[in-house]
């Protein structure tokens, strides 16, 4: 566990040892939270720090750009412990192409007004000496206390990001959209997620035994497909989460992501959902994607609109593009109401298909004009509103 560690600041030489494979892959991870366009010159730099602890020597790369912060750290021969930044992407740049064998880092504290101070790495044949800047005017990382801790499933949470971040906002200037919305409900923890033109929902059950402290906030879109890779190799089980008013922390073993939370009330969507419908379509969703990719190739020429032509046991897609071409192609369905004709964007109902795993998917359709609500057929605790089309004659 490296939550809540102590800042080490050592005025005698940082001398470690590790495998360069091992450094490039955490170097990779943590650089993803460094600035491209720091307001602080430190903050284009990634902190080192060499360390002793019960189980040995430890390496600690750390990136963060005030909004996001990323920790990782592994196991490495220390022989002094110390600290301090250095250059994210030269750092990057020259570890990626040494040759799979041990690196030896050391570095000694600068006396200089500038507080600067040179690490040097040795690899085989290579030696390079890189000039970073002292660790203690690296910003800290908010620590928040355990009483607002949340265990969570690793695999559900997975599952509740896969499902619903698709639909976020990806125009930064509608901000509490750009996230994810997480709100404690009786059954579990309620993902979602709202472009204006389509809602994701997915609820993920309660673990047994385990208490829900009461959740309503919503995390940038980032952190959580920072999150989302990090959580792909994560050997552990349970994700534990802390959180207070504008921040949150993932932890996981020997990493730990720090994130601000967006601020601003999140739309009511439940309002959204209408509570019955007058049609029902099901239809294979392999099938059903399949004719939506090839009729998308058209739709993509024409503001990617594709026409849904309902009968009692088929369903026409229809492309016109004019100048370009037109397209049509059926594919056997289940109706349950009457005939109708409305229109979709195709990405939006593409999307929330590739992200469930069900046989079968099932459309609830009102009028041309009105709300329809995707669901998987198996019984997942997901759904998918997305606004229709008005068609011109």
Do not use: W
């Amino acid at each position: 566990m490296i939550y809540g560690y102590l800042r080490i600041h050592s005025v005698f030489a940082m001398k470690v040892s590790c495998p360069q494979s091992l450094f490039n892959q955490h170097l990779g991870l943590v650089s993803r939270a460094v600035a491209s366009r720091p307001v602080q010159p430190i903050l284009a730099n990634i902190l080192v720090e060499a360390g002793l602890g019960e189980e040995g020597g430890y390496l600690r790369l750390i990136g963060y750009d005030l909004e996001l912060g990323i920790v990782s750290q592994f196991p490495a021969h220390v022989v002094e412990p110390g600290a301090l930044t250095l250059p994210s992407r030269l750092l990057g740049d020259i570890v990626s192409r040494l040759p799979n064998l041990d690196i030896d880092l050391s570095s000694q504290d600068d006396d200089s007004p500038d507080t600067s101070s040179v690490l040097t790495l040795e690899c085989g044949a290579g030696s390079y000496q890189i000039r970073g800047l002292g660790a203690q005017d690296f910003p800290a990382l908010p620590e928040l206390p355990e009483d607002q801790s949340l265990y969570l499933s690793t695999d559900q949470f997975l599952q509740g990001i896969k499902t619903t971040l698709f639909a976020a906002a990806t125009d930064e200037s509608k901000q509490i959209l750009t996230g994810v919305h997480l709100k404690t409900q009786k059954e579990g923890l309620e993902f979602a997620t709202t472009d204006g033109h389509r809602l994701a929902l997915m609820q993920t059950p309660a673990n047994p035994g385990i208490p829900v402290p009461q959740l309503d906030l919503t995390i940038p879109g980032r952190t959580l497909r920072e999150l989302e890779r990090m959580l792909a190799n994560s050997p552990a089980d349970t994700l534990e989460a802390r959180f207070d008013r504008g921040q949150i922390v993932f932890i996981m073993p020997d990493q730990t992501l720090t994130s601000r939370l967006l601020e601003g009330q999140y739309p009511n969507y439940p309002l959204l959902l209408p509570k019955d419908f007058s049609r029902r379509v099901v239809m294979q969703r392999k099938e059903f994607i399949s004719v939506l990719e090839r009729i998308a190739v058209l739709a993509s020429q024409k503001n990617n609109i594709v026409r849904m032509e309902l009968t009692a046991d088929r369903m026409a897609l229809c492309v016109d593009a004019p100048d370009v071409g037109s397209g049509r192609e059926e594919l056997d369905v289940q109706l349950t109401g009457e005939d109708l004709i409305i229109a979709f964007n195709v990405k939006y109902l593409m999307e929330p298909l590739k992200v469930v795993d069900s046989l079968d998917v099932q459309l609830n359709l009102n009028g041309p004009l009105n709300p329809a609500v995707l669901k998987p057929v198996d019984g997942s605790d997901a759904q998918f509103l997305v606004m229709p089309v008005q068609l011109r004659n």
